[in-house]
């Protein structure tokens, strides 16, 4: 159940963030997707992750992996998001 739980907050996030930037400038798509995914997306995905992998290879330990996960999508989340601030806008 709790697995369940952390895929629903994920799909919930992104969902939101699509929404979000839905029709805007990629400037403010880059700030809104690097938001949710440092926000409620990476948490819930690692958390979910790595209890679902525990769950398959029947170890609890493995489900540690979570903090090799969380970290990576975090950064990439941080990248979008530093690009949103500092890119400029293409004039046409």
């Keep these: 159940m709790a697995i369940a739980v952390g895929y629903v907050i994920a799909l919930i996030g992104a969902v ?4 979000l930037s839905e ?8 700030k809104v997707w690097g938001i949710a995914l440092m926000l409620p997306i990476s948490p819930a995905l690692a958390f979910s992750i790595g209890l679902s ?3 398959i290879v029947e170890n609890g330990w493995a489900a540690l992996i979570m903090w090799y996960i969380f970290p990576i999508i975090f950064i990439i989340g941080l990248i979008m998001l530093l690009v949103g601030i500092f890119n400029k806008e293409e004039s046409k």
């Design 53 to 55: 992998y525990a769950v």
């Design 23 to 30: 029709g805007k400038p990629k400037k403010r798509k880059y």
């Design 16 to 19: 939101i963030a699509y929404q």
